[in-house]
């Protein structure tokens, strides 16, 4: 799969963290990058300082306007700003980007048995395509403000740290 951010490769892109982020915050980034090589065979490049082309840019925003999950994405010259209210809400703009533009889907996490031949439950299912060619472009914006503090209703993602 190919993917372009306005007429530029992904693979000329850096994602950029702030320099005292969080441990959600570099997961997330981690998770972007592990993404965009499972759909696409490129690898980007992580920095936590500096200005750049080409570059994915992780943003604190602020949590009374975007809420702790809350997120928007959205362009800004060659650039594609993540900006989030809280920890929570960069792996939330991750997720829904990787969603929404590669078509990446997670599907029951944890809660699908393999059977008991194989006698374990599945880690996570999820489609990732590797075909075709996905273009983001200059007009794209991509937000959410969860109406609730806290997404999940149940304690189960509580007790996982991956889902916390």
């Not at 951010?5 to 915050?25: F, G, H, R």
């Not at 990732?128 to 200059?138: L, R, T, W």
């Given at each position: 799969?190919?993917?372009?951010?306005?007429?530029?490769?992904?693979?000329?892109?850096?994602?950029?963290?702030?320099?005292?982020?969080?441990?959600?915050?570099?997961?997330?980034?981690?998770?972007?990058?592990?993404?965009?090589?499972?759909?696409?065979?490129?690898?980007?490049?992580?920095?936590?300082?500096?200005?750049?082309?080409?570059?994915?840019?992780?943003?604190?925003?602020?949590?009374?306007?975007?809420?702790?999950?809350?997120?928007?994405?959205?362009?800004?010259?060659?650039?594609?700003?993540?900006?989030?209210?809280?920890?929570?809400g960069a792996l939330y703009c991750v997720y829904a980007f990787l969603e929404?533009?590669?078509?990446?889907?997670?599907?029951?996490?944890?809660?699908?048995?393999?059977?008991?031949?194989?006698?374990?439950?599945?880690?996570?299912?999820?489609?990732?395509?590797?075909?075709?060619?996905?273009?983001?472009?200059?007009?794209?914006?991509?937000?959410?403000?969860?109406?609730?503090?806290?997404?999940?209703?149940?304690?189960h993602a509580l007790v996982h740290e991956e889902w916390c």
């Amino acid at each position: 799969m190919k993917v372009f951010i306005s007429q530029n490769n992904i693979k000329d892109y850096v994602i950029v963290l702030p320099k005292d982020c969080s441990a959600a915050e570099t997961y997330a980034a981690s998770e972007l990058i592990h993404y965009v090589k499972k759909a696409t065979g490129v690898t980007l490049g992580l920095m936590t300082h500096g200005s750049y082309d080409y570059e994915l840019r992780f943003i604190q925003g602020d949590k009374k306007t975007l809420t702790v999950d809350g997120f928007h994405v959205y362009r800004r010259g060659n650039s594609l700003i993540f900006e989030y209210g809280g920890g929570r809400g960069a792996l939330y703009c991750v997720y829904a980007f990787l969603e929404s533009t590669i078509g990446v889907r997670f599907y029951a996490q944890g809660l699908t048995y393999r059977g008991w031949e194989k006698g374990t439950w599945m880690r996570a299912i999820e489609k990732i395509p590797s075909e075709g060619e996905i273009v983001v472009s200059d007009n794209f914006d991509l937000q959410e403000k969860p109406a609730f503090y806290y997404r999940d209703g149940t304690t189960h993602a509580l007790v996982h740290e991956e889902w916390c």
